[in-house]
DNA sequence: CATACTATTAACATGAATGTTAATCATGTG
DNA sequence: CACATGATTAACATTCATGTTAATAGTATG
């Protein structure tokens, strides 16, 4: 997992509002369009996104594909980037940033 | 605070690194566009919307101007997002993140 | 196998963000 | 007060992100 995919994942709005929907419940496609007024073709690339950060899980049912907020890549990546903040002097053996 | 204006401002790569710099030392704007092959009027710019996200300071020494990182405000902030994340049932009290 | 429905990709247009150079403002120094 | 240095703003060009519609692919159902 790369801290950098991940906010460039969250670097955009609607992303975050997709990640905040999908925080309830897993959502297909177009719930999610439906659900904040853009089109299946919007939300579907920003899935996308979000699946190469890691940041969301797809599993097809049927017609549907149901997306999961991966909460535990979301959370570390946020932790590791606070920690990474919180660095001021110690520079001491840090694994992956 | 608002977390919509830290994560418009964590949504910029440069300004990620900005802050990762930051993070070691306070830096004036000139420093920091020597850190990381850029001008002072493109730092100057990223540092402005830091500044109005909160998530630095800025103090004039003399014909300087030292920027400081604003770690309560940043890791607040990402405590918040996160705990929007989480948000499903558990709204208990948390700490930070 | 034809049709309907959902999801994704392609192609395009538009708006925002970033960086550059030039100009302006602020501070310090001779 | 003239000049040098650092910071900011302005103006501009370029690149990137987003959204839209149209087309394509996958899946279910009659």
Redesign the pocket.
Known sequence: MNVNHVFAAL??H??RQILVFLAQTAL???DLAARFG?????V?????VLLHAGLVS?E?Q????LYRLERDVLLDALARFASEMDAPLRRAPREAL
């Open positions: 670097a955009s609607p992303r297909s496609t177009s853009t089109t299946p073709p919007a579907s690339r920003h899935l996308s797809a097809r049927g017609q549907r594909v």
